[in-house]
């Protein structure tokens, strides 16, 4: 059920606001419905008609949202750059990514992690980031 407060004693702006909330739930549709007899054939031709109205409502709403954001919203692409044979993509969340020449993914790392300056640093893999590889050494060292 639709609640509604009062500010400033403003009666009038809480009554239309009322409405609003009343026509959202669709109260007004169902007291007008109730109020005439209809047949099965005039109610599934309303419902048709409800449905076709909401679908082209939501397509005028999403051209109009991507009309107002202008372009579509586009993922930030990677600074790329090559050390050695590896090719290396920081990206803007922090994460580093570490490719062999054939674009092969060899580790994912945090940029608070890397040292640039040793290859060998980036190219082992960070066992701390997989658990179930973490899980595995501890068995191999325990047995």
């Known amino acids: 059920m639709a609640t509604v407060t009062i500010y400033n004693g403003d009666i009038a702006s809480a009554l239309r606001a009322l409405k609003k909330e009343l026509q959202k739930e669709g109260v007004f549709r169902l007291a007008k419905s109730r109020k005439n007899f209809r047949n099965n054939r005039e109610k599934a031709k309303e419902r048709f008609d409800e449905i076709v109205r909401r679908k082209i409502k939501d397509?005028?709403?999403k051209k109009a949202n991507s009309a107002y954001n202008g372009v579509e919203i586009q993922k930030p692409k990677p600074f790329v750059f090559k050390l050695e044979d590896y090719?290396?993509?920081?990206?803007?969340?922090?994460?580093?990514?570490v490719y062999t020449a054939k674009n092969k993914k060899i580790n994912e790392l945090m940029l608070d992690k890397v040292n640039f300056d040793d290859i060998n640093s980036l190219v082992k893999k960070d066992i701390s980031k997989n658990d179930d590889k973490k899980r595995e050494e501890v068995k191999n060292n325990n047995e």
């Open 87 to 97: 090719t290396i993509k920081v990206f803007d969340d922090g994460r580093v990514a």
């Open 59 to 61: 397509k005028h709403e």
